[in-house]
C-alpha cells in the first residue's frame, strides 16, 4: 500500500466521521444550507492539501474549525454575498410554539440578525461548546473581546426574539442576572443568588 493511499483513506474516513457535524456549523454560520456545503468544501479541499503537515486529532480539529471561520468571515466580505437581514418573526401572541421545528426556525432567523463575527462566537461558544480561550485564540482575539462578543450577540437576539420568547425560550437560560445565570458559557454556570 503506497504512502498516499493510506493518506487518502485516514482522510476519507476523517469526512466521514466529521463532514457533517462541520456542514452543521457551517449552516449556524451562515443560515443557508448552500452556502453551508460550499464552506465545508472549502475547508475540507484545504485541509486535504494540509493533511501531511497536521498529525494529531486535536490538531486537525483546530484547523478545521480556525479554516471554517476564517471561510466564512472572508465569504462574509465579498460584496456579492453582503446578506441584508430582515426580521419578521411570526407573532405567537407571547405562547413558545408546540414544535420544536419553529423554534429552531424563529432561533436561526434571529442568528442571522446577529452580526457574523458575533454570530461566529455564539456558534462556537454555545454550538460547539468551546471555552472563551479557545474561541479567542480561534478568532485571534482577546478573551474579553469574546466575551463582550458574546454578551452583545445575545443582547441582539434577546432583541430580535423579544422579551417573552428570551424569558421562555432557548436563551432563557443564558440571561444575565437571570435565573441560573450564565457567566461565561457552557460549564461555566454559576446559580443567581436569590435574596
Same mark, same amino acid.
Given at each position: ?30 443560515? =443557508? ?24 486529532? =486535536?490538531?486537525?480539529? !483546530? ?27 411570526? #407573532? ?7 414544535? !420544536?421545528? #419553529? ?49 452583545? +450577540?445575545?443582547?441582539?437576539?434577546? +432583541?430580535?426574539?423579544?422579551?417573552? +420568547? ?5 436563551? +432563557? !437560560? ?22
Amino acid at each position: 500500500m503506497s504512502q498516499g493511499s493510506g493518506r487518502d483513506r485516514e482522510f476519507g474516513d476523517y469526512y466521514a466521521a466529521r463532514g457533517a457535524a462541520v456542514r452543521a456549523t457551517a449552516f449556524l454560520l451562515c443560515g =443557508d444550507w448552500h452556502l453551508a456545503q460550499d464552506l465545508t468544501q472549502t475547508v475540507f479541499v484545504r485541509l486535504y492539501r494540509a493533511w501531511p503537515r497536521i498529525g494529531r486529532r =486535536d490538531t486537525i480539529e !483546530h484547523y478545521v474549525r480556525r479554516t471554517l471561520l476564517r471561510v466564512f468571515l472572508d465569504e462574509r466580505r465579498r460584496p456579492w454575498r453582503r446578506e441584508r437581514p430582515s426580521v419578521e418573526l411570526a #407573532d405567537h401572541g407571547g405562547a413558545a410554539p408546540a414544535d !420544536h421545528a #419553529d423554534d429552531r426556525m424563529i432561533l436561526r432567523q434571529a442568528l442571522a440578525a446577529v452580526p457574523a463575527r458575533q454570530r461566529a462566537v455564539l456558534v462556537l461558544r454555545y454550538w460547539e461548546d468551546l471555552s472563551v480561550e479557545q474561541v479567542a485564540d480561534l478568532l485571534g482575539c482577546s478573551t474579553g473581546n469574546v466575551k463582550s462578543q458574546s454578551a452583545r +450577540a445575545l443582547d441582539k437576539l434577546r +432583541a430580535v426574539l423579544g422579551d417573552e +420568547a428570551a424569558e421562555s425560550g432557548p436563551l +432563557a !437560560h443564558s440571561q444575565p442576572g437571570g435565573p441560573g445565570k450564565t457567566t461565561g458559557g457552557p460549564g461555566e454556570t454559576r446559580s443567581a443568588q436569590h435574596g
